[in-house]
Each structure stands twice: as structure tokens, then as C-alpha cells.
């Protein structure tokens, strides 16, 4: 075979390095018996022969470029594309060239197209990033277009598209396919999978009048077709208003029609369009995953021009509860719910099983009947939704927690039958449910309590002292990993026993707010959560306003800490040179000590705790630095303290109204009494987890290293992407360490890290959206669920990351979501909106607390409004607005209107 060329027939999946995604693909569907347009492809040996005389200084100006200066990558760009252009391509490579052409027919028109070695790939498809040529004639314009196909792997775009999808330029080389020139009446794309909605038994097609580059490029309106994949009958039909084709003209080259009476007809018949989705789905069979295909009919003749991955597909859970395929199920985000949407490696996601066992044990050790992966942990609610009382009551409650979660699962089970039977029993529910009850009425009218946040923490601390002293006892790392499991297993069980006494003071917020519903002021109703002692998240948030006011003991020291050239570290190790810098080193251990196992993303072990990194908690200390006054987060929350105190006067008051009013203000009195006492507990069995998580994380990471040093593990950092059963495997000397196992889940992890979730997704794929239906906000506000009442106007603060940002006083908090690692920017912020959450999760309870007007669950917030842009936050009506740079009505985002 020559170097320099390979005819389709002559390509395996194996060649991409030698002729590129497209190139690749072509060839083995053209093996496979598919009807693909015969062609060759230049190698990328002759491209690395082409390039080769101006290779070291096209890599120079590539390695010097900031590809976020577009002028500059516009100039290298174009300095490269005319050092290639003036390259003279070698006599043997046109030679071969030429003799592969008039193999194939020099008669005919041909397509030349790029195909890099990094395109159609599962993780990136590098569409339209290089160029293509079509109805090409003739010798010389073959040569030409070949090698300004070489030039096109440096267009502006692809250059910049590389270096976003971490690709490095010497890595990537260029093929060009010379295939032959379809002719075709109509053309088009063809997903076998909705890339919309993401359903994988939809094939989705567009397709127009002629070349297919009206299409792609945008030019046309389309039309499109949906078949259903499992009987081929049309879904759907959508003619678009085609007013121009892009047509070949004899000679060679292409023109725009305009189009008359044919524009607005189908260009597939239904025969053609039934016969194209079974060809489509006869593709995807053959590559065992969804294709986004090129079409083209000619003389009545279905061709295929290019196949490859769908790329933005959000991979659907694994399989947790073993039903039948035929029988369709829903998975709910867990990340979602516990306001945590980033991407878990395998490690973080086998961990997140064992804190929950019910049903089904891996091994003994995972969940993997409830809980299932999809690059994060998803909920499989099989039995749930299939239980007759269960259905009509779960997707209520979830509302609590995300109303569009909730509005998705109501219109599914509407509209979704199942014939399985839930392996939930009522009688069991019922069993369970007496003794809970109970206990929860008992806590709610009954018992008396003194310092119950306090006894509860007291018990967490011994709780986890004994586990402590279990772990660091045993010297065998397989015992030990045995040991971390069964603790796991039992934390949530056994470790959390105030799980009533929480309960509880949910059931008497609930149970005051109907008692005095018409007569007591919501904003009252609000500050009774409000100021409440005891609470450990609330607590943490002073002590980071302390750390702030131990770093004002010297102007000096105030000037160090914000000096933003040094890192942490360096700070810290610095502190002794200035005044009071002692002091503010003792008490950031103690911090540390204290709260050094929390962080953003807490839920998630793979995190970076505090301990490890504080770059996050230093950025924090510095945004009350700058702009905060000594003590004044004190002062705050003294305020809080005294408005709770004036609501509980002025709701026990209003209790009195209506019929039996002594009654009534007696029972405002227990409800109001057992909300103070017991609703700080809040935060206490996540705070107990996460402690839990970074004792776990330290041994974990100790068994790594010995690991790596018994060359089990190539580094100990690679303990993340195995699971617990897995490891333990490897402990007890039953399996070895499958290196490209753990490679090929480091890459899926990263492309996991870079799509967003869907909050519910069914088992064929589509993910489930719902959408608010509020009356009452303005035309083109951004809607979502309002959380903490109030309205606000300012500056957004757009922050994707606490360790890279800071939020300063007066801004509003815009984010994807907020845990406990988060809360301390909630002392600078006016204001909070994030993509995720509802009624009762974490950003909106201390949204309340701090009497922010807060509107939470606003989908892709963090992509449509932008940091420094004027909003509007109404938290009584749930909307966002962004204001026009003019425009300053509303409520100023000052300290007074945010207490």
C-alpha cells in the first residue's frame, strides 16, 4: 500500500491516525456494505511531508498564542495559512495523487474533503472546523483544493476549537478524502437519536432541495422528520420554507437557486424518509452508539457521506433496578437534589452508594439498586413511580426541593404506564411509617428540650471518635476498607438520630403557617428561621467574619492578606512578619481544625476539603475584607436575632384572631417553641457526613499510597477511578489494576466534567423538562421558584467557582448551585440565583436566614446573564430580569434592604 494514499476498501476502524475520523469511517462503512460514494485519502504522512518545511515555525507561533486574544490568533492564523500556501506540495505525493484520481475516473466531479485525526470522535466531533470542497473538476483544481484542505487545519477556528477541547496542536494532522461527487435532488442531516430531547428510539432528519451545504451552513429553513425507531412509523412532519439550493455547476464549482414552487414541499417522500431512518439505524447498530449522518439522494439512491458519534448525547444511566428494556424508567439527579452538579469520578460515585443501603448490595459493599452512574449518581425511581400511592405522592414532595424536577416527573407519570410491580410493599411502608409518626407527634407537642443542637453535635463528635479509632486500629488495608463500607452502611441508619427531632420542626413551620395563614405576615412567618442559635452552618459563617476581623489587626497585615499576588500558602506563612499576624494564624488553624473537612462541592470526596486547599476560603476572608466593616457580620446576625424576636411577638398575636383564639395562640406558642429548639438541626446530618467523608477520604488516600508503592496503582491519584469493590478485588489479591481501564475513565470523566446534567432522563434517553408558568413576570425575564421574598436590584456576580472568585458587598450571588462550602459569601451578597434547588434546599434556607431575596432553579442562569450586568431579583414572584444599563428602578441593593 502506498504511503501516501488509501482507497476505502484498503481503511480500518484502527487508521484514524493515518486518515482521520472522516476518512475512517468512510472506509469501514463502505466495507461494511453501506452505500458510500467510492474515494481515496491522502494520508497524513503526505500532510506531515507537506508541512514539514514550515513545521518548527507554524508550532513557535501556535505555543505562543492566548487564544482568547482573538486579534492574535486571527494574525498567527493567517501568517501560518500563507507560510503553507506558499509550500510547493512534492512531486510523489502529486504523482500518487493524480494516479489514485484516474483509478477512480478523472472524468468525474469529486467532493475534497478535511479529515483530521481528532474529528468524529465520541468526545469531539471537530464538525465544520476544517474545510470542504465541492463539485470539484479537474487536475488542477483537485491539487488545489487538496492543499488548501492541508492550510485549513489552521483556520481560526480550528485552532482556537483545539485548544478548548485540550487538544494539542502537534498532535493533530490532516488527511483529505477525494471522494466521488453526489449529484443529489435532495440531501441532509440524520440523527438517530432526537439530539434535541435526547430520546435514542427517535430519528431526527433535516433535509432540503440539493447540496446539503444550504443546510449546514444555515441558509435554508429546513425540514424536519421524526420516526419512531422501534416501528418506523412518521412522528412527525415539519416542512420548512426552502427558498434556495445549493447546486452544482457543470464545470465544476456551486451556486445558490432560488427555489419557487418545490420550497415549500417535502423533499423526502414517505417511502424515502422510512427508508433512510432504517439505514440510519442499521449505522448506529454497526457502531453500537447514536451516528449524526450525512445524506444524499440521487436518481432515486439513498447515499451516505459521513457518519460519526453524536457528541452532545448525556449518556443514560446504567441500569440499576433489572427490568425489562420494553418497560421505560425515569432517573432523577441525586447531584440535584443536594445542590452539587459536577461530574464524580468512579470513586466518589461508589462511595455515594454506600452511604445508602437499601435493596440490592453490590458485593455487600454498593447500592446499585437505587442508585446508578452517568458520570455523576443518578436515582433510579423504578419502584417508587411504580407504586400505586408512592407515584401520586413522591413527585409533590420533590417540589420542595426543585419544582421543575417535580413538574417533569408529574407530566411523565401522567402520561407513562408500567406493568411492573414495585418492590415496595405498603404494608412495609406502613410499618415503618407508625413508629417514625409517633415519635415525630411525640417531638412536636410533648417533649421539652435544652440545647439540643449542642447534644446532637456533642453525639456526632463521639459517633465519629469511634469510628476514628476503629479505622486508625486496623492495620490490614483490606479489613479496613471493609470496616470504612460497613460504617458507610450504618451512618445514616444508626449515626443521624435526630432525624424525628428535624422532622418535627418542618412539621410545625408547616402546621404555623396554616394556623395563622390570614392573619400573621409572611415576612414575619420568614423571620422566625431566622436568628435561631445553634445552627452549625451559621456558625461557620462567623467565624469566617472573624477571620476577617482578626486580619484587620494592622493595616499591614489588611494589605497582606489582600495582596492577590501571593497564593495561600504563602500568606500564611508570612503572617508572623506583621503585626497581629500571630493571632490571625491561630485562629486560621483553629478554622481549619474546625471546618478544614468542608468545601464546595462537599458531597462529592473528590473535592478538595479546606485542608487541602483553602484558596476558596481565602477568597471569602478577602471579600469581607474589602469591603466589610469590623464586626459587622456580628452585628448582622445580632439583627436577626432581634427580628425573631419581634415575628415571634407579632405571630403569636395574630394567632389570638378567629375562632378560639386561646387555642390557637397556645398551639402558635408549642409550634414556635419546637421551630427554635430543633430547627438549627438542620445542617447537623450533613455536617456529621462530611466529617464522615474526610476521615474516610484520609484513609482512602493512605491505602493508595501503599498502592503505589507495592506498584499495584501507577500513582496513588488513581485510586478515583476504581470503585470500592474493585479495590477491594485488588486488596484481597483477586484482580489486577486494568491501567487503560482507569485511562479510559480519566477521559470520560473530563468529558463528563464539561456537560450539564439533566435534572430527570428517562431509560431511552430524553431527558425530561418541564417549564414555570408564572402570570407575573415581565416579558423576557429569566423564570425559576421563588425561595426567599423580597426584590432587589444590582450588580451580578457571576461565580462558577469560589476558589477562582470573590464576591464583594452589595453584588448578587449568580451561580450553578450553593452548598455549606459556599455560605460564607452569603454575608457580602445582596442577593442569590442559582440553576438549581428549591423550597428547602440549602441556598434558600440561608437565603431566608440572611433575608436575601433569592429565585433559585433558573436554568443555564450562568450562561445568559454576565458579571457587571444590572438585574433584578424578585423573590415573590420567582423571575430575574436583566435590566438595561439605563434603567436603575427597583429597590437599591444596599445593607439596610438586605437585613
Given at each position: 500500500?502506498?504511503?501516501?494514499?488509501?482507497?476505502?476498501?484498503?481503511?480500518?476502524?484502527?487508521?484514524?491516525?493515518?486518515?482521520?475520523?472522516?476518512?475512517?469511517?468512510?472506509?469501514?462503512?463502505?466495507?461494511?456494505?453501506?452505500?458510500?460514494?467510492?474515494?481515496?485519502?491522502?494520508?497524513?504522512?503526505?500532510?506531515?511531508?507537506?508541512?514539514?518545511?514550515?513545521?518548527?515555525?507554524?508550532?513557535?507561533?501556535?505555543?505562543?498564542?492566548?487564544?482568547?486574544?482573538?486579534?492574535?490568533?486571527?494574525?498567527?492564523?493567517?501568517?501560518?495559512?500563507?507560510?503553507?500556501?506558499?509550500?510547493?506540495?512534492?512531486?510523489?505525493?502529486?504523482?500518487?495523487?493524480?494516479?489514485?484520481?484516474?483509478?477512480?475516473?478523472?472524468?468525474?466531479?469529486?467532493?475534497?474533503?478535511?479529515?483530521?485525526?481528532?474529528?468524529?470522535?465520541?468526545?469531539?466531533?471537530?464538525?465544520?472546523?476544517?474545510?470542504?470542497?465541492?463539485?470539484?473538476?479537474?487536475?488542477?483544481?483537485?491539487?488545489?483544493?487538496?492543499?488548501?484542505?492541508?492550510?485549513?487545519?489552521?483556520?481560526?477556528?480550528?485552532?482556537?476549537?483545539?485548544?478548548?477541547?485540550?487538544?494539542?496542536?502537534?498532535?493533530?494532522?490532516?488527511?483529505?478524502?477525494?471522494?466521488?461527487?453526489?449529484?443529489?435532488?435532495?440531501?441532509?442531516?440524520?440523527?438517530?437519536?432526537?439530539?434535541?430531547?435526547?430520546?435514542?428510539?427517535?430519528?431526527?432528519?433535516?433535509?432540503?432541495?440539493?447540496?446539503?451545504?444550504?443546510?449546514?451552513?444555515?441558509?435554508?429553513?429546513?425540514?424536519?422528520?421524526?420516526?419512531?425507531?422501534?416501528?418506523?412509523?412518521?412522528?412527525?412532519?415539519?416542512?420548512?420554507?426552502?427558498?434556495i439550493a445549493i447546486m452544482p455547476i457543470k464545470g465544476g464549482g456551486v451556486e445558490k437557486v432560488e427555489l419557487a414552487d418545490e420550497r415549500e414541499t417535502q423533499a423526502l417522500d414517505d417511502a424515502q424518509l422510512v427508508t433512510l431512518a432504517r439505514i440510519g439505524t442499521d449505522i448506529e447498530t454497526h457502531y453500537g452508539t447514536p451516528q449524526d449522518i450525512e445524506w444524499a439522494i440521487a436518481d432515486g439512491q439513498i447515499y451516505i457521506t459521513q457518519s460519526r458519534p453524536i457528541t452532545s448525547l448525556f449518556p443514560i444511566p446504567e441500569n440499576?433496578?433489572?427490568?425489562?428494556?420494553?418497560?421505560?424508567?425515569?432517573?432523577?439527579?441525586?447531584?440535584?437534589?443536594?445542590?452539587?452538579?459536577?461530574?464524580?469520578?468512579?470513586?466518589?460515585?461508589?462511595?455515594?452508594?454506600?452511604?445508602?443501603?437499601?435493596?440490592?448490595?453490590?458485593?455487600?459493599?454498593?447500592?446499585?439498586?437505587?442508585?446508578?452512574?452517568?458520570?455523576?449518581?443518578?436515582?433510579?425511581?423504578?419502584?417508587?413511580?411504580?407504586?400505586?400511592?408512592?407515584?401520586?405522592?413522591?413527585?409533590?414532595?420533590?417540589?420542595?426541593?426543585?419544582?421543575?424536577?417535580?413538574?417533569?416527573?408529574?407530566?411523565?407519570?401522567?402520561?407513562?404506564?408500567?406493568?411492573?410491580?414495585?418492590?415496595?410493599?405498603?404494608?412495609?411502608?406502613?410499618?415503618?411509617?407508625?413508629?417514625?409518626?409517633?415519635?415525630?407527634?411525640?417531638?412536636?407537642?410533648?417533649?421539652?428540650?435544652?440545647?439540643?443542637?449542642?447534644?446532637?453535635?456533642?453525639?456526632?463528635?463521639?459517633?465519629?471518635?469511634?469510628?476514628?479509632?476503629?479505622?486508625?486500629?486496623?492495620?490490614?488495608?483490606?479489613?479496613?476498607?471493609?470496616?470504612?463500607?460497613?460504617?458507610?452502611?450504618?451512618?445514616?441508619?444508626?449515626?443521624?438520630?435526630?432525624?424525628?427531632?428535624?422532622?418535627?420542626?418542618?412539621?410545625?413551620?408547616?402546621?404555623?403557617?396554616?394556623?395563622?395563614?390570614?392573619?400573621?405576615?409572611?415576612?414575619?412567618?420568614?423571620?422566625?428561621?431566622?436568628?435561631?442559635?445553634?445552627?452549625?452552618?451559621?456558625?461557620?459563617?462567623?467565624?469566617?467574619?472573624?477571620?476577617?476581623?482578626?486580619?484587620?489587626?494592622?493595616?499591614?497585615?489588611?494589605?497582606?492578606?489582600?495582596?492577590?499576588?501571593?497564593?495561600?500558602?504563602?500568606?500564611?506563612?508570612?503572617?508572623?512578619?506583621?503585626?497581629?499576624?500571630?493571632?490571625?494564624?491561630?485562629?486560621?488553624?483553629?478554622?481549619?481544625?474546625?471546618?478544614?473537612?468542608?468545601?464546595?462541592?462537599?458531597?462529592?470526596?473528590?473535592?478538595?476539603?479546606?485542608?487541602?486547599?483553602?484558596?476558596?476560603?481565602?477568597?471569602?476572608?478577602?471579600?469581607?475584607?474589602?469591603?466589610?466593616?469590623?464586626?459587622?457580620?456580628?452585628?448582622?446576625?445580632?439583627?436577626?436575632?432581634?427580628?425573631?424576636?419581634?415575628?415571634?411577638?407579632?405571630?403569636?398575636?395574630?394567632?389570638?384572631?378567629?375562632?378560639?383564639?386561646?387555642?390557637?395562640?397556645?398551639?402558635a406558642r408549642r409550634f414556635i417553641y419546637v421551630l427554635g429548639e430543633l430547627f438549627p438541626l438542620r445542617e447537623h446530618h450533613k455536617f456529621m457526613i462530611i466529617k464522615f467523608m474526610d476521615t474516610v477520604k484520609l484513609q482512602l488516600l493512605e491505602i493508595a499510597k501503599q498502592l503505589e508503592l507495592e506498584n499495584e496503582l501507577t500513582q496513588?491519584?488513581?485510586?478515583?477511578?476504581?470503585?470500592?469493590?474493585?479495590?477491594?478485588?485488588?486488596?484481597?489479591?483477586?484482580?489486577?489494576?486494568?491501567?487503560?481501564?482507569?485511562?479510559?475513565?480519566?477521559?470520560?470523566?473530563?468529558?463528563?466534567?464539561?456537560?450539564?446534567?439533566?435534572?430527570?432522563?428517562?431509560?431511552?434517553?430524553?431527558?425530561?423538562?418541564?417549564?414555570?408558568?408564572?402570570?407575573?413576570?415581565?416579558?423576557?425575564?429569566?423564570?425559576?421558584?421563588?425561595?426567599?421574598?423580597?426584590?432587589?436590584?444590582?450588580?451580578?456576580?457571576?461565580?462558577?467557582?469560589?476558589?477562582?472568585?470573590?464576591?464583594?458587598?452589595?453584588?448578587?450571588?449568580?451561580?450553578?448551585?450553593?452548598?455549606?462550602?459556599?455560605?460564607?459569601?452569603?454575608?457580602?451578597?445582596?442577593?442569590?440565583?442559582?440553576?438549581?434547588?428549591?423550597?428547602?434546599?440549602?441556598?434558600?434556607?440561608?437565603?431566608?436566614?440572611?433575608?436575601?431575596?433569592?429565585?433559585?432553579?433558573?436554568?443555564?442562569?450562568?450562561?445568559?446573564?454576565?458579571?457587571?450586568?444590572?438585574?433584578?431579583?424578585?423573590?415573590?414572584?420567582?423571575?430575574?430580569?436583566?435590566?438595561?444599563?439605563?434603567?436603575?428602578?427597583?429597590?437599591?441593593?444596599?445593607?439596610?434592604?438586605?437585613?
Amino acid at each position: 500500500m502506498s504511503n501516501y494514499i488509501r482507497h476505502f476498501n484498503n481503511i480500518s476502524a484502527g487508521d484514524i491516525d493515518l486518515v482521520g475520523g472522516k476518512g475512517a469511517n468512510l472506509g469501514v462503512m463502505s466495507q461494511a456494505g453501506f452505500n458510500v460514494p467510492n474515494g481515496f485519502c491522502i494520508t497524513t504522512k503526505a500532510y506531515s511531508v507537506f508541512v514539514k518545511p514550515r513545521e518548527k515555525d507554524i508550532y513557535k507561533l501556535l505555543d505562543a498564542l492566548d487564544v482568547t486574544d482573538l486579534s492574535a490568533v486571527r494574525k498567527a492564523g493567517q501568517k501560518i495559512r500563507n507560510l503553507l500556501a506558499n509550500i510547493v506540495m512534492p512531486e510523489e505525493i502529486i504523482k500518487q495523487i493524480i494516479e489514485a484520481w484516474q483509478e477512480l475516473g478523472a472524468q468525474h466531479a469529486y467532493a475534497v474533503r478535511s479529515s483530521a485525526t481528532a474529528e468524529d470522535l465520541p468526545e469531539a466531533s471537530f464538525a465544520g472546523q476544517q474545510d470542504t470542497y465541492l463539485n470539484v473538476v479537474g487536475q488542477v483544481e483537485l491539487l488545489k483544493n487538496i492543499q488548501n484542505c492541508f492550510i485549513s487545519l489552521f483556520t481560526d477556528r480550528a485552532i482556537i476549537y483545539r485548544v478548548q477541547h485540550e487538544f494539542d496542536h502537534k498532535d493533530v494532522a490532516l488527511s483529505v478524502v477525494v471522494q466521488k461527487m453526489i449529484l443529489p435532488k435532495s440531501s441532509g442531516i440524520m440523527f438517530t437519536a432526537d439530539p434535541i430531547s435526547g430520546h435514542r428510539d427517535i430519528v431526527s432528519i433535516d433535509a432540503s432541495f440539493g447540496l446539503g451545504e444550504a443546510l449546514v451552513s444555515g441558509l435554508v429553513s429546513a425540514d424536519l422528520y421524526q420516526v419512531n425507531k422501534l416501528d418506523f412509523s412518521i412522528i412527525q412532519k415539519k416542512i420548512g420554507d426552502k427558498k434556495i439550493a445549493i447546486m452544482p455547476i457543470k464545470g465544476g464549482g456551486v451556486e445558490k437557486v432560488e427555489l419557487a414552487d418545490e420550497r415549500e414541499t417535502q423533499a423526502l417522500d414517505d417511502a424515502q424518509l422510512v427508508t433512510l431512518a432504517r439505514i440510519g439505524t442499521d449505522i448506529e447498530t454497526h457502531y453500537g452508539t447514536p451516528q449524526d449522518i450525512e445524506w444524499a439522494i440521487a436518481d432515486g439512491q439513498i447515499y451516505i457521506t459521513q457518519s460519526r458519534p453524536i457528541t452532545s448525547l448525556f449518556p443514560i444511566p446504567e441500569n440499576g433496578t433489572n427490568w425489562p428494556e420494553a418497560e421505560e424508567k425515569v432517573f432523577l439527579s441525586f447531584g440535584h437534589l443536594q445542590m452539587m452538579t459536577d461530574a464524580m469520578p468512579p470513586l466518589a460515585s461508589s462511595f455515594i452508594k454506600v452511604l445508602v443501603p437499601f435493596s440490592s448490595m453490590k458485593n455487600g459493599i454498593e447500592n446499585t439498586h437505587a442508585f446508578t452512574s452517568a458520570g455523576r449518581i443518578y436515582v433510579d425511581l423504578s419502584n417508587i413511580l411504580s407504586h400505586s400511592k408512592l407515584k401520586k405522592i413522591f413527585p409533590k414532595i420533590l417540589a420542595k426541593a426543585d419544582q421543575l424536577m417535580s413538574k417533569s416527573l408529574i407530566d411523565w407519570v401522567g402520561k407513562t404506564q408500567t406493568s411492573q410491580v414495585s418492590l415496595i410493599k405498603t404494608a412495609t411502608l406502613i410499618k415503618l411509617a407508625i413508629p417514625f409518626w409517633s415519635t415525630i407527634i411525640k417531638r412536636l407537642f410533648w417533649d421539652r428540650y435544652e440545647n439540643i443542637p449542642q447534644q446532637m453535635s456533642d453525639y456526632a463528635d463521639g459517633y465519629l471518635n469511634h469510628i476514628i479509632d476503629d479505622l486508625e486500629g486496623e492495620l490490614d488495608n483490606s479489613k479496613k476498607l471493609r470496616q470504612i463500607t460497613s460504617h458507610g452502611h450504618q451512618i445514616l441508619t444508626e449515626g443521624v438520630i435526630w432525624k424525628t427531632h428535624l422532622a418535627a420542626s418542618m412539621l410545625a413551620m408547616f402546621l404555623l403557617g396554616k394556623l395563622v395563614k390570614n392573619y400573621a405576615e409572611k415576612k414575619d412567618l420568614d423571620a422566625l428561621m431566622r436568628g435561631l442559635e445553634g445552627n452549625v452552618t451559621t456558625q461557620m459563617d462567623l467565624e469566617v467574619g472573624d477571620l476577617a476581623d482578626a486580619a484587620r489587626a494592622s493595616d499591614a497585615l489588611r494589605m497582606h492578606i489582600l495582596n492577590e499576588n501571593l497564593d495561600v500558602r504563602e500568606k500564611l506563612s508570612q503572617c508572623d512578619g506583621h503585626k497581629g499576624g500571630a493571632v490571625f494564624l491561630s485562629s486560621w488553624e483553629q478554622f481549619i481544625k474546625h471546618y478544614g473537612m468542608r468545601c464546595t462541592g462537599e458531597i462529592n470526596i473528590y473535592s478538595p476539603r479546606w485542608r487541602e486547599d483553602a484558596t476558596a476560603l481565602m477568597l471569602m476572608v478577602m471579600g469581607i475584607l474589602k469591603s466589610g466593616e469590623y464586626g459587622a457580620h456580628r452585628v448582622h446576625y445580632q439583627q436577626l436575632v432581634e427580628k425573631n424576636q419581634l415575628a415571634v411577638a407579632a405571630v403569636l398575636k395574630a394567632s389570638r384572631h378567629g375562632m378560639f383564639g386561646f387555642i390557637r395562640q397556645g398551639l402558635a406558642r408549642r409550634f414556635i417553641y419546637v421551630l427554635g429548639e430543633l430547627f438549627p438541626l438542620r445542617e447537623h446530618h450533613k455536617f456529621m457526613i462530611i466529617k464522615f467523608m474526610d476521615t474516610v477520604k484520609l484513609q482512602l488516600l493512605e491505602i493508595a499510597k501503599q498502592l503505589e508503592l507495592e506498584n499495584e496503582l501507577t500513582q496513588a491519584e488513581d485510586i478515583w477511578f476504581l470503585n470500592l469493590p474493585e479495590i477491594l478485588d485488588v486488596l484481597a489479591g483477586k484482580a489486577k489494576v486494568d491501567n487503560l481501564l482507569i485511562e479510559q475513565r480519566k477521559q470520560d470523566f473530563k468529558r463528563f466534567q464539561k456537560i450539564d446534567p439533566p435534572r430527570l432522563i428517562t431509560s431511552r434517553g430524553e431527558i425530561l423538562k418541564a417549564k414555570y408558568d408564572h402570570h407575573e413576570a415581565p416579558k423576557g425575564a429569566m423564570l425559576g421558584s421563588p425561595v426567599s421574598s423580597g426584590e432587589v436590584v444590582g450588580i451580578a456576580k457571576v461565580i462558577l467557582d469560589p476558589t477562582q472568585q470573590q464576591l464583594h458587598a452589595g453584588e448578587i450571588l449568580v451561580a450553578p448551585y450553593t452548598d455549606p462550602g459556599w455560605t460564607p459569601l452569603f454575608v457580602n451578597a445582596a442577593g442569590l440565583v442559582t440553576e438549581v434547588g428549591g423550597l428547602m434546599t440549602h441556598g434558600s434556607v440561608i437565603a431566608r436566614e440572611y433575608g436575601l431575596p433569592a429565585v433559585v432553579g433558573v436554568v443555564d442562569a450562568t450562561k445568559h446573564i454576565k458579571t457587571g450586568q444590572r438585574i433584578r431579583v424578585n423573590g415573590d414572584d420567582g423571575y430575574v430580569e436583566i435590566l438595561a444599563d439605563e434603567e436603575n428602578a427597583g429597590v437599591p441593593a444596599n445593607e439596610e434592604q438586605r437585613i
